[in-house]
């Protein structure tokens, strides 16, 4: 029987989160699932970290002046499972579609910028976390591990993500692309960050770099990038130094081919909505006969990856349990466990 290619559309968010506030955040993500099934749409990305926000306090002062935001921002992080989580689950159910929130994971004492993946039955298909937190985001979050090198198959295709910078890491995409990558989740925070002064930073680099994902990966990008908005200046912005750092705006929210050709047209940085698009994944099978990287494209003998997938936990349990063994008569040898 011959291949069949889903065909469906998808959306991306460009919206500030009610910052530091995760009731309010994950009400309004609701009302954005649901805007966007309301349009037709099977599938919805978020911003990186969008609940509760993205920590901007990190890169304008000390970590002293930092600390009482960081207490707040803990606080109104998200656990895996919890009645916030089973909210956003009820809500992709309710509506038919399926949901990759970018959120601040509270796991324990620490945090992690985390992707969660909802299925369109309401279920957690599972989660990934950023390898490695950029610069001083390691102030505020934990590392992830190799598990989170994972797609997830849905009816519409299969799909991954990644955060950020780690666009700019090539083994991680290559690592990516190996899984068979249909569907990419690229979630960022907002581009308002030293305009002007960083240009790795900014817009022009970091759109590149999505992308370029989707040319070299062969897959469809989808770019999901926040907004700042007065509330988020009004509460981390307490100098004119500081408003110099941090601008208002800095959405530039887009979706790309697996050919890299951008499929939808942008909104103004400073407003807030839903991009959406059209995707054949027919067009993919096009994109891998010109370039396979991970394929015909590629020569193993000469250069590959080496990828540990396994979860990398604290602690480690003896097996089998220290108190299940037998105690060694005296003068006996011991067997090996």
């Known amino acids: 029987m011959a291949t069949t290619h889903p065909r469906f559309k998808a959306a991306v968010v460009q919206a500030a989160p009610v910052f530091l506030d995760l009731d309010a955040t994950v009400e309004k993500g609701c009302a954005l699932i649901e805007e966007a099934a309301s349009k037709g749409a099977e599938l919805i990305v978020f911003p990186e970290v969008w609940i509760p926000g993205y920590p901007w306090w990190i890169w304008l002062g000390s970590p002293a002046w930092g600390m009482p935001f960081f207490a707040r921002y803990h606080d109104n992080s998200m656990v895996v499972g919890d009645r916030y989580c089973q909210k956003l689950c009820d809500t992709a159910r309710r509506n038919d579609i399926h949901v990759v929130m970018g959120f601040s994971e509270k796991e324990g004492g620490s945090l992690y910028i985390a992707q969660l993946f909802i299925d369109r ?140 050709r951008p499929l939808v047209e942008p909104i103004p940085e400073t407003e807030e909505g839903l991009l959406m698009a059209e995707l054949d994944l027919a067009l993919i099978v096009l994109a891998k006969a010109a370039a396979d990287p991970v394929g015909h494209y590629s020569r193993p003998d000469v250069v590959r990856l080496l990828l540990n997938p396994n979860p990398a936990p604290r602690v480690h349990l003896m097996q089998p349990p220290l108190s299940d063994i037998e105690p060694c008569p005296p003068g006996e040898m011991a067997e090996e466990v």
């Open 121 to 260: 039955e309401g279920e957690i298909l599972g989660t990934r976390r950023k390898l490695k937190p950029t610069h001083v985001e390691r102030t505020v979050y934990g590392e992830g591990d190799g598990s989170g090198f994972k797609v997830f198959e849905l009816d519409i295709g299969r799909i991954g993500g990644l955060c950020c910078w780690e666009h700019l890491q090539p083994l991680s995409r290559f690592a990516m692309y190996s899984l068979g990558e249909q569907i990419h989740a690229a979630s960022w925070p907002s581009f308002s960050l030293y305009r002007g002064a960083a240009y790795a930073l900014g817009p022009e680099l970091n759109t590149a770099a999505t992308q370029m994902y989707a040319a070299e990966g062969q897959c469809f990008a989808l770019m999901s990038v926040a907004v700042v908005d007065d509330r988020i200046i009004e509460m981390v912005v307490d100098t004119e130094e500081k408003a110099q750092l941090l601008l208002k705006g800095g959405g530039f929210a887009n979706i790309f081919g697996p050919d890299g």
